[in-house]
């Protein structure tokens, strides 16, 4: 039995991931340097950031993750989980347990300073989970 579970989970997995490339999704595909042009620190100061909260704070990993993860439905990660106030998803009983709000606020606003208008918060969140 164990092993006809282990054949067809390989097998379903080898089918639908060429299948998962083909699907095209509503965002613009960002990658490894799509600020490059734009705001080339990017990455740089993303990343400073979130190492130094993480030496801080090991712990804050996981919820990083999990923010990224909340943020995100079938058409992809628009960052509304974010948003700060009465009747937003933020403050809905299931996002209560959320961490690392301050994380990606304390980036955004460095990153507003130097590229203003340019890296949207989803995208900040996706490269600090990163």
Do not use: W
Request: hydrophobic share 45%.
């Amino acid at each position: 039995m164990a092993l006809i579970r282990s054949f067809l989970c390989s097998f379903m997995i080898l089918t639908i991931l060429p299948i998962y490339h083909l699907v095209s999704v509503n965002g613009q595909g960002t990658q490894p340097g799509f600020y490059n042009l734009t705001c080339p620190l990017v990455e740089t100061i993303v990343l400073t950031s979130t190492t130094a909260r993480f030496l801080l704070q090991p712990n804050i990993a996981p919820g990083l993750l999990k923010l990224h993860y909340s943020d995100c439905f079938v058409e992809g990660c628009d960052g509304s989980v974010l948003i700060s106030g009465p009747g937003t998803e933020r403050t809905a009983d299931v996002n209560r347990n959320l961490r690392g709000f301050d994380v990606i606020n304390d980036i955004k606003t460095q990153l507003e300073f130097l590229c203003p208008g340019v890296v949207s918060c989803a995208d900040i969140l996706a490269l600090a989970v990163r």
